[in-house]
């Protein structure tokens, strides 16, 4: 599978963004998805993931009560309403597919297969 994400940009803080990701080359209905990001100078790490059938969801502590992970598996695409951004959200955000069978979510990196090239989000204060 092949995943694009898109919808960063530049906002300033308590504003709100919508990331999307969407997966060509297989259905997304096969996968658990997951949201990562990485800040300057820091390593990347788990945002967001919901299992396969959207029935689940598992989030950052850092994130919880502001984004919501969502999925559409009609339209094969998976995504990130982040609200009440702050500076500290700043970041690359990456979407990525885990392959592994099971009724699950995953904050490990590890564990996903597939991993989309990333999109900037840049909150300002």
């Known amino acids: 599978v092949q995943l694009q994400a898109s919808g960063g940009g530049l906002v300033q803080g308590g504003a709100s963004l919508r990331l999307s990701c969407a997966a060509s080359g297989d259905s997304i209905s096969n996968y658990v998805m997951g949201w990562f990001r990485r800040a300057p100078g820091k390593e990347r790490e788990f945002v967001a993931a919901i299992n396969r059938s959207g029935g689940r969801s598992d989030y950052a502590d850092s994130v919880k009560g502001r984004f919501t992970i969502s999925r559409d598996n009609a339209k094969n695409t998976v995504y990130l309403q982040m609200n009440s951004l702050k500076p500290e959200d700043t970041a690359v955000y990456f979407c990525?597919?885990?392959?592994?069978?099971?009724?699950?979510?995953?904050?490990?990196?590890?564990?996903?297969?597939?991993w989309g090239q990333g999109t900037q989000v840049t909150v300002s204060s």
């Open positions: 990525a597919a885990d392959r592994r069978i099971g009724d699950f979510t995953s904050t490990r990196q590890d564990s996903y297969d597939y």
